[in-house]
């Protein structure tokens, strides 16, 4: 048998470069039967290909590496009404959406999710090794919420919060860092903090504690602040917020 070419790389890692999707959507890509190499289906994320050399092609489509582009990492301030995905079946706004052209066609992908109705900080990228390791569970980075609550938060929901709870579906909760502001015509905010990723975390702890959600604000991930940019809007990291967050995951 021969040996593949020492510049040759996994499949999943090539198309996470090329910005397609990250690596853990890449495998299922692969196992989906919709990427092939050089014409033929691939049957596994891990197969060795050679950048420049085999032609990968996804749902009939060409993809390859811009040695020349730099990797793009951005933040929106997503608003609510708008899907965190690159296309949505039933004709909903996307995330993707509220980007330009020449930054569409660089293809970023979202960095984890934020459901329908739910807004603020959402990172996009095409650099596939940072978005899995943002994603994958060993190197999750703490995550900071504005939660507007309808009338008042009892201390006892408070307590249960931060001390960690099983939801009736089964999902132990690690505990949350929560910190009680004080109450504003009618409303209580309340700032979150939580270093897993289950789905919907927030919104399922809420409607078991018996609190209604007015609004959900991501405002933070690791070492990147949304501030004072405004709903809809983007704009493109920092090299040293890149940095920092790169650091933060360990590449």
């Known amino acids: 048998m021969t040996n593949a070419p020492s510049d040759s790389i996994r499949l999943n890692k090539f198309i996470a470069q090329c910005g397609?999707?990250?690596?853990?959507?890449?495998?299922?890509?692969?196992?989906?039967?919709r990427v092939t190499i050089n014409g033929s289906v691939a049957d596994s994320p891990g197969v060795k290909v050679t950048p420049g050399r085999d032609n990968v092609c996804v749902d009939g489509k060409s993809i390859g590496q811009q040695?020349?582009?730099?990797d793009l990492t951005?933040?929106?301030h997503k608003p609510v009404e708008t899907m965190t995905t690159?296309?949505?079946p039933q004709g909903r706004k996307t995330v993707l959406d509220l980007l330009?052209?020449?930054?569409?066609?660089?293809?970023?992908?979202?960095?984890?999710?934020?459901d329908f109705f739910s807004e603020g900080l959402?990172?996009?990228t095409t650099d596939g090794d940072l978005c899995y390791r943002l994603t994958h569970p060993k190197y999750h980075l703490p995550k900071v919420y504005l939660v507007t609550i309808r009338g008042s938060v009892p201390q006892k929901a408070v307590q249960t919060m931060r001390q960690g709870m099983t939801l009736k579906e089964g999902d132990k909760l690690a505990p949350a860092k929560v910190r009680l502001k004080k109450p504003v015509a009618g409303t209580q905010q309340l700032e979150i903090t939580l270093i897993q990723g289950i789905n919907r975390q927030i919104r399922?702890?809420?409607d078991e504690l018996g609190l209604t959600i007015l609004r959900l604000r991501r405002v933070s991930q690791g070492p990147v602040a949304l501030g004072n940019l405004k709903r809809?809007?983007?704009?493109?990291?920092?090299?040293?917020?890149?940095?920092?967050l790169k650091k933060n995951v360990g590449l």
């Open 20 to 33: 397609v999707a990250s690596r853990r959507g890449a495998d299922e890509m692969v196992f989906a039967g």
């Open 67 to 70: 040695a020349d582009a730099a």
């Open 74 to 76: 951005i933040m929106l």
């Open 86 to 88: 690159a296309k949505d």
């Open 100 to 114: 330009p052209p020449e930054i569409r066609k660089r293809r970023p992908f979202p960095v984890g999710r934020l």
């Open 122 to 124: 959402l990172l996009l």
């Open 204 to 206: 399922r702890m809420c």
């Open 232 to 244: 809809g809007a983007w704009r493109e990291l920092t090299a040293e917020e890149t940095a920092a």
